[in-house]
């Protein structure tokens, strides 16, 4: 038994069904056992790939802090200052403070403030395509505190800048960098026993060119205003950067996403025209 062929596909409108072709089909049980090949590869693969690369983050190690600020006040009343362990490689600046203010005598004394800053800077590998560098982390912040005073307020915060290549800009000159990107802890009051923790995941974009080299720029503050009385910053206070899933700190994540990628997922979703 053999099936009609066509002479060309013009031969043969698609939209009418071939009836003649097909009741020339075998029958299933003439050819038992045999399997067509040739189907082509399957979209497994395809698939498997892009579920990799989404789930995939590469780790970029951040640099230890270094201190970069120091504000205090001057005179006798600024002898005890806001102390900072030695950084490490952890994305973590951690603080102590044992503080006492006397009771005022007049009224033209005014709250005792401190204000510390330490910065990291980390550059990235260079980008093999065009395209986008996308980024995330996490910003946390815990004040283990205790105190009596009549003005106590502690709080944190974090800068951050993001620059497409090193070797033309500053991270720390980015648009925007002078405002922090969060504020963890705000105006923590002093008292006793005070244990107080915030996090935030931060998640963002930049165009970037073939063989630019991008880099990120983070800022973490502490700032202690105080008056009439006595204050105690613990340890376990610290500030820190990390990545979004729970694990260790000291590590931001990212991946480049090429051009042409971008440009195909961006039309995806487009439905196909019927000729």
């Known amino acids: 038994m053999t099936i009609a062929t066509v002479s060309s596909t013009r031969d043969l409108a698609l939209d009418v069904l071939p009836v003649d072709l097909i009741d020339d089909l075998p029958n299933a049980a003439d050819e038992t056992g045999t399997h067509r090949a040739g189907f082509g590869d399957s979209f497994d693969r395809i698939q498997a790939g892009i579920q990799g690369w989404l789930r995939h983050w590469e780790p970029l190690r951040l640099p230890a802090f270094t201190a970069v600020r120091d504000v205090q006040p001057s005179g006798s009343r600024g002898r005890s200052a806001l102390q900072a362990a030695p950084t490490q490689p952890d994305g973590a600046v951690r603080v102590t403070a044992a503080l006492y203010d006397g009771p005022q005598h007049d009224g033209s004394r005014g709250p005792l403030a401190w204000s510390r800053n330490w910065a990291s800077v980390a550059v990235l590998p260079p980008a093999r395509e065009a395209g986008r560098l996308f980024y995330r982390f996490r910003v946390s912040s815990r004040l283990v505190l205790d105190g009596r005073a009549a003005l106590s307020l502690a ?47 931060f998640e963002g974009s930049i165009a970037v060119r073939q063989g630019e080299t991008p880099a990120m720029a983070f800022v973490i503050g502490t700032d202690l205003l105080f008056e009439d009385g006595w204050v105690r910053v613990h340890e376990g206070s610290s500030t820190w950067i990390g990545p979004v899933e729970p694990g260790a700190s000291g590590t931001v994540e990212f991946r480049y996403a090429p051009a042409a990628m971008l440009r195909v997922l961006g039309r995806l979703d487009e439905p196909h025209q019927v000729a």
């Open 155 to 201: 709080s944190t915060s974090v800068n951050f800048g993001v620059v497409s290549d090193a070797a033309k800009a500053s991270p720390f000159q980015a648009p925007g960098f002078a405002t922090p990107i969060a504020r963890p802890l705000v105006g923590v009051q002093c008292r006793e026993d005070q244990d107080a923790s915030a996090s935030q995941v």
